[in-house]
Structure formats: structure tokens, C-alpha cells
């Protein structure tokens, strides 16, 4: 089986125990619940098809059946508590623990840089900023934010973009973005993430609706629509992001950081052609 770390989903590591098993023996889902305390003999089946969760109390017996032990035993069981969180704040707590976890054990979660740049608007606007200030000190970066952040976060947020490799500086400490646009890998963590940095720049943009019609524009549709409208919709919204994005690319040059939120988002229950 792979490294428990290259993990994030506690059904997969089921799974491939199971099938790494079953390549060499005669291992079956009645062995394997057996072993970990369960009377139903394809619960275990059933919790990697998506069907069943692994309880919090059960998770340590199902780590000790497929012989995890130590850390990889604790991982297990981290994994289960991020897999089972409620909410995007408890999912969000479940998977810095994981990577915290794995920071003191000497190695790291697949995904891991990625989640922690999506998790803060800093992250963003930084990398951004930072090359349209050539020779900038951090404090100066800090004051000509609109939102408020401290030198030193400043200071954290350079670093850990360098890190990733998406900035690079030289000896005038000038900064430069790596590559225009960003390509992330997908991990089952970033949706979260997302989602945190979009409640983030939601917030932003209603501190924003007090500015100048000169320095914002906003507007909106309120429309019924059916589902098939709404996929063509979808695709639009698509086209016009890339079409921005194009735009951007094409200019070259930065005189200001802004954010662009495009929110299509329901009003209502649905009314008629559904269940």
C-alpha cells in the first residue's frame, strides 16, 4: 500500500488494503470486518462504495486490522475524523491537523501547500501585488492593501510563496510571478478551501458596494430559470472567465490589485420539474 500520508480520503486506504490483500490470498470483506469488530461481513465494502461511515470509535480497530501502527495508526484516525467532519470549519481544523501531524513525523500531505494558498485571500493578492511593487518593503506592501495585514504577514506570505514556487526574487528584491496564471493539483481538500477564501472575498465585496461607481461596478439578475438554462448559463459564466483571464494576460502590466466574483446562486426551493 502506499505511504498513509499520499492519503486523504480514509475509504481509499480501505480500499487498496483490501485489494492489495486480495491479489495475494484469499482475503474476504467477512475477514476483514471479522478482524475489526464488525458482525455485518460487507460493512467495510460498503463504507468504501460510500454507503456506510467508519465511527470515530471504531476507527482505531479498523487501523489495528490492517496492521497500522504508531503514526500511521493516528493518521488513520485523523483521516476519519476530516472524512466525517460536518461542517467546512470542522473539515478545514480535521485537515490542518493532518498536515500537522505529518509536518512533525518529517513529511507532508499531498496537497497540502496547495490548501493552505486557498485558504487565505493574503495568499492571492500578494502574489499579485508583490511584482507590481518592484523593490517594495513589506510594510509598504502592507499599507497599500485595502484590507487589513500585518508587515509580518506580509513577511509569511512571500515565504510561503516562494515556497511554492508561484514568486521568485532577485538581488534587488524585486519580485516575479513564476507563471501568469496558477495550475493547482486537485485534492479532496482544496473544495474546502475554496470555499473559505470565497466567503473571504464575499465579505470583501460588500465592504466594497461604499466605494466610488468610479472604482467598483456591481449588478445584478434575478431570473427564473430551468436546469437546462442554467447548464447554458454555467457555460457562459466559463467563457467569460476565460475571456477575462485573456484580457489580464494580454495587458501585462499592474496599476491595481482587484477581484472579480462571479455568484449565480439559488433564491428559492424549486418549484416545478423536479422532485
Not at 438554462?229 to 454555467?234: G, H, L
Request: hydrophobic share 40%; charged share 30%; proline share 3%.
Amino acid at each position: 500500500m502506499k505511504p498513509i500520508t499520499t492519503y486523504t480520503d480514509y475509504r481509499k486506504v480501505i480500499q487498496d488494503f483490501y485489494d492489495e490483500k486480495k491479489r495475494s490470498s484469499a482475503f474476504t470483506w467477512r475477514d476483514f470486518a471479522k478482524s475489526a469488530g464488525f458482525s455485518s461481513p460487507v460493512f467495510l465494502k460498503y463504507v468504501c462504495e460510500g454507503k456506510k461511515n467508519i465511527s470515530r470509535a471504531s476507527a482505531a480497530a479498523v487501523a489495528a486490522a490492517m496492521g497500522l501502527v504508531g503514526f500511521d495508526s493516528a493518521y488513520f484516525q485523523a483521516m476519519i475524523a476530516y472524512g466525517t467532519a460536518k461542517s467546512d470549519e470542522a473539515k478545514k481544523n480535521a485537515f490542518e491537523e493532518m498536515c500537522a501531524m505529518a509536518r512533525e513525523h518529517k513529511t507532508r500531505i499531498l496537497g497540502d501547500n496547495e490548501f493552505d494558498y486557498y485558504k487565505s485571500w493574503k495568499n492571492s493578492v500578494i502574489r499579485e501585488l508583490a511584482p507590481a511593487m518592484p523593490g517594495a518593503k513589506p510594510s509598504e506592501m502592507a499599507k497599500a492593501c485595502k484590507q487589513l495585514i500585518s508587515t509580518d504577514d506580509v513577511v509569511e506570505t512571500l515565504a510561503f510563496l516562494q515556497k511554492m514556487g508561484l514568486l521568485e526574487k532577485d538581488y534587488n528584491d524585486t519580485y516575479r510571478q513564476t507563471d501568469k496564471a496558477i495550475s493547482i493539483n486537485t485534492t479532496d481538500a482544496l473544495p474546502v478551501a475554496a470555499r473559505n477564501l470565497q466567503r473571504q472575498m464575499g465579505s470583501f465585496a460588500l465592504d466594497a458596494i461604499s466605494l466610488p461607481l468610479s472604482e467598483r461596478d456591481m449588478s445584478g439578475i434575478t431570473m427564473g430559470i430551468t436546469r437546462k438554462c442554467y447548464d447554458r448559463i454555467v457555460k457562459a459564466l466559463d467563457d467569460f472567465r476565460q475571456q477575462i483571464a485573456d484580457i489580464v494576460s494580454e495587458d501585462g502590466e499592474t496599476e491595481q490589485i482587484y477581484r472579480l466574483n462571479l455568484q449565480f446562486f439559488p433564491l428559492t426551493e424549486r418549484i416545478r420539474g423536479g422532485k
